[in-house]
């Protein structure tokens, strides 16, 4: 009887679902889609008023968003592009085998591009647009594991030869190669983005759309329709980089940026989401931040079995299958497809069971459909007023049969046997003779072929060729003398800080008539902390929007000022997301053909060490612009402690091979550094970039002595001689930044206590130095039969006698890099160890880098040097109040 009522319930639950359909459809044919929004929106808030608990959903059913009576027709030769792709395919193929044959273990990736391909063709075919024509480009960053695709390409189109086709991952075989990924600095006139340290290529994207809307905002850039687009892996979402910036593209309604991400559902080790579903998963990262989501999961074999699926069961069936599952579908054919996806329910058995195998087999996932791949770049490209994701379900490795074709090991496979590449050869229809296969030769149509004409006229009538890296800007003229005077004159007993002279500096420039508009001032919600709040009224804050609201401190003079030609790039909380929009900036004469200038202010500490990845990335990209390094210093910043404490950046600025590291003292040396940073990198137009510390602590700033300009930009100059005669003791104290002051104590000290004539040398840069002696070092080496060249620390130091000691507030192995081409001893004193809340003279103290402790290590050189006696360095120890049993800072 039980049986009995609920099967009439059940009954009776299905008609009153089918009466509730039967509704909606009568409102979606007669009053539209809105129409439909409107009544579901209203039942929804009458059921919450009613103490009704939604479930909340972000998702959508897991089907393609496009419908496919709403695609739309697909412009191009479905067949031609067919065989394109496939030539495209098998090279890529043949780049990656054919370079691990001649060298075993050269590495390299098939499986990438093999699941992307249609996503990139359909891009390549119809919608990227090149800098050749009347368009300024469309900005793309490619997938970096799927560069062979890329190159393979451009090998079709006749930009790349075969000989560096055969040198892939082998740049420095003759006649040269390609580099393994985008990488601009390898490749200047190819690559404009470096993507393959995976998260930095999507953040950079999302800066990169916002830093073309400042441009137009601001009149330096006409308006248009240029998109930024960025390809992902699925896998690379769990990069905090990837997902992290994607509220400000909803928020500042970046319908200029399109994501693309590959959902193969396998990363490197196996699937992204093995007890999930990724697609479905992103769906609603995106769609809660406000993106427009558009999924491509479906192939078109799929649309006559959801048209037959009249109960919504295919549709169910769908929802239920994690990604673990759909692997499976792909690799074990179509009799695991039947039993185990449609077997679970007997209709839909049912509903294939005219299908064979093999078809089953063979239906595709969305992302292998041109059409539905060309519709969802269309809907992509035409939507308004958000940023737009596409969720492509692919198959990893698609194409490479029982070699990897969605395995876990695909993502490393990088060698095929002569079986599998036939089968390759075979299922792709590339003309290649089965006496040939095994040696994977690269195959080009002739010039006059079909397909070669094919390609070559679309890419001309989408403007030119892409990748490419173009710069169009011209250089600019350095700012004149006049502007920095004020700065050399020194401040006679006022008492300011660098940070502050940094700041008027940044001021005056942005007033100057030449360069000012071009001045892209960037920080990380520390304006006020630097003292930059002054700016604000100057030049405003960016908004797309403008100012919408009453500032809370409208009534004070430096009040918060956002406007829509606003000039500062307040970015808040997100080192990662300014040193993006630095990028941009640093970028932009190239990208843009735009000369913008970026000074970015951080604290020293969460710059290098806390986005290093994408400080090499610039590198890589041949940025320009200004990193300043703001309340720099492990001693300097006092009361902060451990965790702001900076002891290290100029030892992590040291690997980047083009960025110019200084550590100036006083504010003559920063406006000759700034202005010099201007002239070698817009005027001269050297690919370099700079990285500046600056200090929050207040001290007079003297007036710039004669003849230094060439020593500050070098690195070293004499700050001030001994004015004592004929001493038997001699030292030599090298300062940098603010503890060149206390070398200053520790000079007039050393004379006035202990009769030792004392220099003081200011170390702008051990960078500069110790490169420049290691590239004259290599010369001498390399053309022994030439007269040696002399490195220009040991030439400015050349015929000095005494000892030297050099006092930083950065770790002491910069300072000891410098040691072998000094003609004294020297002794170096740094800040090794982690930081404390404390006061400075405490924490010089602490770290041993004050007056008393310079006074001590030169005393006790010169008794090294047998100069002075045991009894004195023994007295001074006592005079000086030196703890010799206090705690290593470096340990404790």
Known sequence: MSDNNNKNLSELDEIELQEWLESLEYVLQTGGPEKVKELLHNLDTYAHQKGVEIPFTANTPHINTIPKEKEPPFPGGREIERRIKSLVRWNAMAMVVRANKEENGIGGHISTFASAATLYEIGFNHFFRGKDGNHDGDIVYYQGHAAPGIYARAFLEGRLTVEQLENFRRELKPGGGLSSYPHPWLMPDFWEFPTVSMGLGPIQAI?????LRYLEDRGLKKPSDQKVWAFIGDGETDEPETLGAISLAAREKLDNLIFVINCNLQRLDGPVRGNGNIVQELEAVFRGAGWNVIKVIWGSDWDPLLEQDKTGLLVKRMNETIDGESQNYVTRGGKYVREHFFGKYPELLKLVEHYTDEQLEKMKRGGHDPEKVYAAYKAAVEHKDAPTVILAKTVKGYGLGEAGEGKNITHQQKKLNEEELREFRTRFS?????????????????????????LKERRKALGGYVPKRVIKSQPIKTPPEELFEEFYKGTDDREVSTTMVYVRILAKLLKDKEIGHLIVPIVPDEARTFGMEALFRQVGIYSHVGQLYEPVDSDSLLYYKEAKDGQILEEGITEAGAMSSFIAAGTAYAVHGINTIPFFSFYSMFGLQRVGDLIWAAGDMRCKGFLLGATAGRTTLAGEGLQHQDGQSHLLAYPVPNLVAYDPAF???????????????????????????????NYPQPPMPKGVKEGILKGMYKFRSSKMKDQKLKAHLLGSGTILNEAIKAADILEKNYKVSTDIWSVTSYKNLHLDAQETERWNMFHPDKKPKTPYISEVTKGESGVFVAASDYVQI???ALAKWLPGQLHSLGTYGFGRS????????????????IVYATLYSLYKEKKVKLDLVKKAQKDLGINPEKPNPAKS
């Open 430 to 454: 590339i003309p290649i003779s089965d006496d040939e296969v095994s040696k994977a030769p690269f195959y080009r149509p002739p010039e006059d072929s079909p397909e070669i004409r094919y």
């Open 667 to 697: 504010a003559y040396e920063l406006a000759v550094i700034i202005r010099d940073g201007i002239y070698r990198m817009y005027e001269k137009r050297e690919d370099v970039f700079y990285y500046i510390t600056i200090m929050n602590e």
């Open 814 to 816: 910069i300072k000891d």
């Open 838 to 853: 404390e006061s400075r003279a405490s924490l010089r103290d602490f770290f041993e880098v004050d007056a008393k402790h």
């Open 207 to 211: 800066y990169q759309a916002r830093f």
